[in-house]
């Protein structure tokens, strides 16, 4: 449950499917893209995020530890009560965190596209090309707005 390669994935499929449309300037729109590897790789605000994130969720590991050490002072249906509620909070923790880094880089996004007068931003990744030819470049502008 490591934040990291996964964020750039999350980012790129989540923001993908999220076209920002701000209207058509006659017949050809004025599409951006961004790398979303080098957003995850580069940016400090998403790393500080991750980072938080991965120590919340490494304490939540040593409690489920400690909580499996003491499996033998339970009943069985109690250790599984309190188990059950462990994997819940270690979601619980795993969402927030990749709900807070999709809503700032697409906070982000919405004004470098009002910026740049955009029509749509997509995610391009080294592995799958949203945008093959043409569109405007705006990872560096994204890089500076999520620091």
């Known amino acids: 449950m490591k934040f990291g390669k996964k964020t750039g994935a999350l980012i790129g499929a989540s923001l993908?499917?999220?076209?920002?449309?701000?209207?058509?300037?006659?017949?050809?729109?004025?599409?951006?893209?961004?790398?979303?590897?080098?957003?995850?790789?580069?940016?400090?605000?998403?790393?500080?995020?991750?980072?938080?994130?991965?120590?919340?969720?490494?304490?939540?590991?040593?409690?489920?530890?400690?909580?499996?050490?003491?499996?033998?002072?339970?009943?069985?249906?109690?250790?599984?009560?309190?188990?059950?509620?462990?994997?819940?909070?270690?979601?619980?923790?795993?969402?927030?965190?990749q709900i807070e880094i999709q809503q700032k880089v697409q906070q982000a996004l919405e004004q470098i596209s009002k910026e740049k007068k955009l029509d749509a931003v997509m995610a391009n990744t080294n592995m799958q090309k949203a945008v093959i030819h043409g569109g405007v470049d705006i990872t560096d502008d994204l890089l500076q707005k999520l620091k």
């Not at 993908?16 to 006659?26: E, K, P, Q, R, S």
């Open 16 to 97: 993908l499917a999220a076209v920002l449309m701000t209207g058509c300037a006659g017949n050809q729109a004025s599409v951006g893209y961004f790398n979303a590897e080098r957003i995850d790789k580069e940016s400090e605000a998403l790393k500080a995020i991750e980072s938080e994130a991965n120590a919340k969720l490494a304490e939540a590991q040593q409690e489920a530890i400690a909580l499996q050490q003491k499996k033998g002072t339970m009943s069985d249906e109690e250790f599984q009560k309190v188990q059950q509620a462990q994997m819940l909070k270690m979601q619980a923790l795993n969402q927030k965190y």
